[in-house]
């Protein structure tokens, strides 16, 4: 796999019908390793490293109605209290940045109304804070101390 714009993690492979699995500590089970899973496992680990994020206060893959439709985010962060603290979104390290990933996950938010947004394919990253009284967004260098 392509090496990421992320600390160095350590993570558990194996091999199954000619794929290579990657054990995933949030849902507890090796999933098959496609670039986009690669990027969602540098994520978890930087969320629980890196941010002291506690796996039971992460969830992967949520399923969520929009419109009538089933729509999945990739990784949402709660608060103790049980609101959303940080709604992530993960693409392939070959997929760009572009504004219709923001939309998307700009769609997604409307349904959890989280604090932060973290969009990645692994290589950009970027973070936002959402301020709903005055109905704006900021581009931020860095996510807050998780609990602050």
Request: glycine residues 2%.
């Amino acid at each position: 796999m392509q090496r990421l714009n992320f600390p160095p993690a350590q993570f558990r492979f194996k091999n199954s019908e000619n794929k290579t699995l990657i054990f995933d500590p949030i849902r507890k089970k090796f999933i098959v390793l496609t670039p986009e899973e690669w990027v969602r496992q540098h994520v978890i680990a930087l969320l629980q490293t890196h941010y002291q994020i506690p796996t039971t206060l992460i969830s992967v893959e949520r399923q969520l109605k929009i419109n009538q439709l089933i729509k999945r985010f990739d990784l949402v962060v709660f608060n103790k209290n049980g609101s959303i603290f940080l709604l992530v979104e993960c693409k392939a390290p070959e997929i760009p940045i572009k504004q219709d990933t923001f939309d998307q996950i700009a769609r997604y938010n409307l349904h959890v109304q989280a604090q932060h947004l973290f969009v990645t394919n692994g290589l950009e990253h970027y973070f936002c804070k959402l301020d709903y009284e005055r109905e704006r967004f900021e581009l931020i260098p860095d996510l807050p101390a998780f609990g602050s």
